[in-house]
């Protein structure tokens, strides 16, 4: 071999070696959000070798490269194997493969200590296994033992720094005791702007057409997935709750549980009146209603509807703003207060950006 073509070998091993390879597990409202941060300069250390959808998925590099990726995938590709996916990773001989689910299956979350067992990098914005399951989280704990890394900024406050600070908190010897706050984006919006002047229910409607909800909003509404949030944030904190131990008061009846979703939005209208009697029960206490998760010293948690005085941090919110109110042993007159805007593709996409270059 010539010098300069072993030069030019030499470069190339390099250039794959400094590279972080990344395949791509959902391309819906988060995932295309990130395969536009992917086209910026900002992810130019990233190579996309492999991106897929719930039917389909594609690894030809020029058919990646593509920018209407996401919409060719509807069309195109190959049908969904995870196993070829991972083949795209190890054939990329780059020194950091990440996988990087954008999905909320609950299926693929199972996954994830698997993938970090066999030696891959997963950043993910589903909570289904660390929001899951006090099993499922130990096994995601003991495949961390292997040297794998678990980008989860996404999976809470869709990327403010809630449990990066949590565990520098920990790691500096400091402790939660309590932690209080506003965890859903949608429920934030619905009771900032909910003052008893509309009905419930029209507020609903215009929260889903904003996309603020998921287009069934019982997934909002049930506070499930504000527990999930919450059970991430207990376990890093190092409380071993189990998903039975966080009491959730939704605000689903349970005559509207087991309908269509066409159906329940037809009967929105059967959410006004029980939300109107506790808002004017609130304002006769000068208080508002808002979505609220709880945590004490001794691990009782909760999440529900509260009433909260005027002044309260969580009377003073905007918009889709997320609030994690932290009370530990260092910040215990008064608690470290994170807020920002908990809801959005952008943000959460950033979130996962963030966590995949921050395994360079």
Known sequence: MSAVLAERATS?????????AIVLLGTGVVGGALLKLLNTTAAGSLRLVGAANSRRQQTDPASLARRNLR??????????????????????????????????????????????????????????????????????????????????????????????????????GDGLLTLEGVFSGSLSWLFNQYDGSRPFSELLREARQLGYTEPDPRSDLSGEDVA????????????????????????VPES???????????????????????????????????????????????????EVPLTHPAARLYGTDNQFALTTTRYYAQPLVIQGPGAGPEVTAQALLGDVLALA
């Not at 509807?74 to 950091?96: E, K």
């Not at 066409?262 to 808002?290: M, Q, Y």
């Open 228 to 251: 999930r949030k919450l059970l991430i944030i207990a376990r890093n904190a190092g409380f071993a709750l189990g998903t039975d131990e966080v009491q959730v008061e939704g605000l």
């Open 71 to 172: 919409e060719q995938l509807n069309q195109h590709g190959t049908p969904r194997d995870n196993a070829s996916l991972l083949a795209a990773l190890d054939a990329s001989d780059a020194a950091v493969k990440v996988i990087i689910d954008a999905t909320a299956s609950t299926a693929l979350a199972a996954r994830h200590a698997e993938w970090l067992a066999r030696g891959y990098h997963v950043v993910t914005a589903n909570k289904a296994l660390a929001g899951g399951e006090l099993s499922g989280w130990r096994a995601l704990q003991a495949a961390l033992a292997n040297g794998g890394c678990y980008g989860d900024s996404a999976t809470v406050g869709a990327g403010l720094p809630v449990l990066s600070t949590l565990r520098r908190l920990r790691t500096c």
């Open 12 to 20: 190339a091993r390099s250039e794959a070696s400094s590279t972080i």
């Open 256 to 306: 509207l549980r087991e309908l269509d979703t066409e159906a329940f939005l037809a009967r929105l209208a059967e959410l006004d009146v029980p939300l109107a009697a506790r808002h004017a029960e609130a304002k006769s206490r000068g208080c508002v209603l808002r979505f609220l998760a709880r945590l004490n010293q001794r691990g009782h948690a909760r999440v529900g509807l509260a």
